[in-house]
């Protein structure tokens, strides 16, 4: 028999591509073929290295591994001609394409968009609006991704919707599953005058990025990243995987003086954690690379064989941060900066609820409005009117906030007055209370299969409730999260309701476990918990107790409630919510 020698190169690269197609042609006839290679295979390395390191993948990498989430949409299509809805692991992998199948909440999916920053124009919002109109339940949610939601979606109009939102250029490619979410940014980023850095550019670059780079999909866990450009308005960047913070570097520190972003690594405040500072800063034009190269170590060495320690978190405290900055130094190709914290001066403030109400802008004789979206619901006829005031009013652009409203911006001073009247006429409003200012719902079990109590319904009552019965001087944030993976972030909310079933009698009730003290930037902490399982009904007379003691009992009219709360015990705090000052 000849041996290679015998082959020119030219005959041995077509005996290559021919035992190629015979090992293909060998899967068709049901004999499995091996995968082809793919250096960029991110996630078919690290599933390799677990199976080599003893390991057992989940159910969910086993279902990655055997097609790629993205390859889908014949499969999406086909089920949708014939009127039925994912099963099994295929309802994980369909989340790739940004479709929940809810069940048993709805039997309908949910449709997650991708909008950077959560800036939208009006013309993609009316295209939202019509969609929502035309293919799902009339309405959209605000989410706390600064993003969209449509719901109520029967599974033959699925692929529509894919299309349709294509067709006005946005996307729900990525935004679920094992996924970068959708990146978020300061809200009133280019229009914030004590702003650092405009956030836009990078968030924008940052969203094309993980769009046009297939091997960013598939991540052992969820990944969520955010920047704070040091605005009014707060991000929450610091409950994020990737927090990136705009800070002054002073001269003096071996380093150039300016504006950077601050690193901070692995916040999830459902798992008590916020991010870390790692020391690091990152030249804004260098911020792609540094997230591209974190997310890559994070892809080949998160945990494939546990979701529940999978997250970016755990990665940090199986490693610890020194270990996981080398490695994204590895991955980089360069040394990242590190500075003395002495060196970053301190935040600019941030405005509590500078979401809402009417704000001047940087640019002279312009304002924003911030529009209260009552538990972050629009109907596609307010979806509308929105986009024909930003049009009217304004240069077509609203922004969307983590706090579940919507910002319409650039409108001068002289058109501001019929600006307001057209909220108004809406049946909106810029104008909202202390309580109702910081008012965060999840979607709860109306739609979400997680959660244990219906949290958007539980939000607008107890906001009622309190309207009526106190006036405080300060805002709150009150945050309603229907299941431990508090998509509300009840840990940072100055109230933080946690939902949860109670037994009474022979019977299974909602409720909610009450923690208090909690917020994130300036305000970081955790929020304790004070009164579990406490019964839906008998929630709200509990908070107004403690927010009367507060306007009652604190250190001058200048203590928040988070200081008031800092300064008492879980047992003083549990006692003051018996005090009720009315009947339940």
């Known amino acids: 028999m000849m041996d290679d020698a015998a082959f020119s190169t030219e005959q041995q690269e077509y005996l290559k591509g021919f035992m190629a197609g015979?090992?293909?042609?060998?899967?068709?006839?049901?004999?499995?073929?091996?995968?082809?290679?793919?250096?960029?295979?991110?996630?078919?390395?690290?599933?390799?290295?677990?199976?080599?390191?003893?390991?057992?993948?989940?159910?969910?990498?086993?279902?990655?591994?055997?097609?790629?989430?993205?390859?889908?949409?014949?499969?999406?299509?086909?089920?949708?001609?014939?009127?039925?809805?994912?099963?099994?692991?295929?309802?994980?992998?369909?989340?790739f394409n940004g479709l929940f199948y809810v069940a048993p909440a709805q039997d309908a999916f949910m449709c997650r968009l991708r909008m950077p920053g959560g800036v939208i124009t009006s013309h993609q919002l009316r295209g939202v609006a019509a969609i929502a109109g035309d293919l799902a339940g009339g309405y959209a949610d605000v989410t706390t991704r600064a993003n969209l939601q449509l719901r109520e979606i029967s599974a033959s109009n699925a692929p529509e919707v894919l299309l349709r939102l294509a067709e006005i250029g946005l996307t729900s490619r990525g935004a679920g599953a094992d996924n970068l979410r959708n990146v978020t940014g300061s809200p009133t980023a280019g229009i914030d005058p004590q702003e650092l850095i405009d956030t836009r550019p990078d968030t924008r670059a940052l969203h094309h990025f993980i769009l046009y780079h297939r091997e960013l999909y598939g991540l052992p866990r969820k990944f969520n990243i955010a920047f704070d450009g040091g605005g009014r308005v707060a991000v929450l960047e610091d409950t994020n995987d990737i927090a990136l913070a705009a800070v002054q570097v002073a001269d003096g520190f071996g380093v150039t003086a300016g504006v950077y972003y601050r690193l901070g690594l692995g916040g999830i405040t459902g798992h008590r954690d916020f991010a870390r500072d790692t020391g690091v800063i990152v030249k804004p034009g260098d911020a792609v690379r540094v997230c591209n190269a974190i997310i890559r170590v994070f892809i080949g060495h998160g945990d494939r064989t546990d979701r529940t320690k999978a997250r970016l978190k755990y990665l940090l405290d199986r490693w610890g941060l020194p270990k996981f900055l080398e490695a994204v130094e590895q991955e980089l190709g360069e040394t990242l900066t590190r500075v003395d914290p002495a060196a970053i001066r301190p935040r600019p403030p941030i405005d509590k609820h500078g979401h809402i109400g009417v704000h001047e802008q940087k640019q002279p004789g312009l304002h924003y409005v911030g529009v209260a979206c009552p538990v972050g619901r629009l109907s596609s006829e307010r979806l509308r009117g929105l986009s024909d005031i930003a049009d009217r009013f304004g240069s077509g652009t609203i922004r969307l906030t983590v706090w579940q409203n919507c910002l319409i911006s650039d409108i001068p001073k002289s058109k501001l007055n019929d600006a307001l009247a057209a909220i108004e006429a809406q049946g909106l409003d810029w104008r909202a209370s202390p309580?109702?200012?910081?008012?965060?719902?999840?979607?709860?079990?109306?739609?979400?299969?997680?959660?244990?109590?219906?949290?958007?319904?539980?939000?607008?009552?107890?906001?009622?409730?309190?309207?009526?019965?106190?006036?405080?001087?300060?805002?709150?944030?009150?945050?309603?999260?229907?299941?431990?993976?508090?998509?509300?972030?009840?840990?940072?909310?100055?109230?933080?309701?946690?939902?949860?079933?109670?037994?009474?009698?022979?019977?299974?009730?909602?409720?909610?476990?009450?923690?208090?003290?909690?917020?994130?930037?300036l305000d970081q902490q955790l929020g304790r918990l004070i009164r579990p399982k406490v019964v839906t009904g008998d929630l709200p007379p509990m908070i107004l107790a403690l927010l009367s003691a507060w306007q009652d009992q604190r250190f001058g009219p200048e203590e928040t409630f988070q200081a008031f709360t800092t300064r008492h015990s879980e047992a003083d705090l549990a006692a003051l919510t018996e005090r009720l000052p009315i009947e339940a």
């Open 22 to 95: 015979v090992e293909a042609r060998r899967g068709l006839l049901g004999q499995p073929a091996a995968p082809a290679a793919d250096p960029g295979d991110l996630q078919r390395q690290a599933q390799d290295r677990t199976i080599a390191a003893g390991g057992k993948l989940t159910p969910e990498e086993e279902a990655k591994r055997k097609k790629h989430p993205l390859d889908r949409f014949d499969e999406i299509s086909a089920l949708a001609a014939a009127g039925k809805f994912p099963r099994g692991t295929d309802i994980f992998l369909t989340k």
């Open 435 to 521: 309580i109702r200012g910081g008012l965060v719902a999840c979607t709860g079990n109306a739609g979400c299969k997680f959660s244990a109590s219906d949290t958007k319904r539980d939000a607008a009552m107890l906001a009622t409730f309190l309207e009526q019965h106190i006036t405080i001087d300060h805002p709150i944030n009150i945050h309603l999260t229907g299941c431990h993976h508090s998509c509300a972030q009840h840990y940072a909310a100055d109230i933080g309701l946690l939902a949860t079933k109670i037994e009474q009698d022979d019977d299974m009730v909602e409720g909610y476990d009450l923690l208090v003290g909690g917020g994130a930037g």
